[in-house]
């Protein structure tokens, strides 16, 4: 049932483009606006909403760190994201007013699970997004919004996190719609944007075989290091993530704001680091601090391995190798900056000889806290 692949993983990957567009499949209607019947919460509570609390677990939680940029640009609403496994025990603020959203593909996580319910005890509306119709998390959260990944066998979660992403954007706009901060028009671009990335990653899978290479090329490799700003600094974590439970390798991903704040010390002579490089256009003040960041690293020795928009020319210089991701608005980056770390992740792990669907003391769902 692999159909044809070496495993689930390289399955899941393939699977994205389709994954996405599914996920977004009927949530708009021809006007332009967004149809989430599904999440029951009345229009008039979302309209009262004075703060979004995310929780989540591992990959998951980096998903709720990039809704948090969605979010807070699409609504003004504040918005939190926290680790499941924290959030119970620091006594948080919780109110009828907050908006607990709960990201969990299984929607058994137990960690999860006991957030949601500590939100709801405080008397706050909490939102799932889930994978798995009927799940624990869903039945016990007020309202659900399913992602239309299919079934992940995989442990490391990859097409999950895609459609956990779109399903944030969707929320976000949603949220956006029901308290007049986003428009039809504004939400019909974003929309449409969405829609075509679902091939934009099409593209993104077609063009990996250098990025195979590069792998095999560093099995040899102790530590890999990550670096984004903004919604970058997310995929970084995820970069670094999958690196860890895949390959058992020592990976970090870093804020490239916080390099000259400690990590710059790890930089020795052909470290690899990858650099999540955000969009030229729109906030290009991103763009040039973190062209800044991969000349310092690269002058203290770095192999710099730079994930960067297709046309973006500033980072030739720099880039030892150089990964291509088609042009995409800054906040739905991560739908193409992630995928070649997935298959970074998942070839490098392969290389050195290990089983990418079921990495050594994971799994699936981590039903104990
Ligand atoms: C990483 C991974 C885990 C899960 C986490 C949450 O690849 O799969 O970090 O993301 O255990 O799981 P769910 O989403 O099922 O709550």
């Not at 442990?155 to 399903?167: D, E, G, H, Y």
Request: hydrophobic residues 45%.
């Amino acid at each position: 049932e692999k159909g044809g692949y070496a495993s689930f993983m390289l399955k899941e990957i393939a699977e994205q483009p389709k994954a996405v567009a599914d996920t977004l499949l009927g949530r708009i209607d021809g006007s332009g606006s967004l149809m989430l019947d599904e999440v029951r919460i009345p229009a008039n509570v979302l309209r009262e909403v004075d703060k979004v609390v995310i929780v989540a677990c591992g990959t998951a939680f980096h998903a709720g760190l990039i809704a948090k940029y969605a979010i807070e640009h699409w609504t003004r609403v504040p918005c939190e994201v926290e680790l499941a496994s924290e959030f119970r025990y620091r006594d948080p603020i919780l109110d009828q007013q907050t908006l607990v959203v709960a990201i969990s593909q299984s929607g058994e996580t137990m960690d999860t699970l006991m957030a949601v319910r500590h939100a709801r005890e405080q008397g706050a509306k909490v939102l799932a997004i889930c994978n798995t119709n009927g799940s624990t998390i869903p039945r016990e959260s007020d309202a659900v919004l399913y992602t239309h990944a299919g079934p992940e066998v995989a442990v490391a979660s990859t097409k999950a996190f895609l459609t956990q992403l779109v399903a944030c954007y969707l929320v976000a706009l949603y949220l956006g719609q029901v308290r007049g901060t986003k428009y039809a028009d504004e939400i019909r671009a974003v929309v449409r944007d969405l829609a075509s990335v679902s091939g934009a990653v099409e593209r993104v899978l077609e063009t990996m075989e250098p990025v195979r290479q590069l792998a095999r090329s560093l099995a040899g490799k102790d530590t890999v290091l990550f670096l984004g700003r903004h919604v970058g600094h997310p995929v970084a974590l995820e970069g670094a993530l999958k690196l860890k439970e895949l390959a058992y390798m020592h990976a970090e991903g870093f804020a490239a704001g916080e390099l000259k704040h400690g990590p710059i010390a790890l930089i020795e002579d052909d470290l690899p680091v990858v650099v999540v490089v955000p969009s030229p256009r729109g906030r290009s003040v991103l763009h040039d601090k973190i062209v800044s960041n991969i000349q310092e690293i690269r002058a203290r020795g770095a192999r710099t391995i730079v994930v960067a928009e297709e046309g973006d020319d500033a980072v030739v210089p720099y880039a030892d190798h150089l990964i291509r991701v088609p042009v995409t608005p800054t906040l739905l980056q991560p739908l193409v900056a992630t995928v070649p770390l997935q298959v970074f992740a998942c070839e490098l792990a392969t290389a050195r000889g290990n089983e990418v669907d079921q990495p050594r003391n994971l799994a699936k769902s981590v039903t104990v806290e």
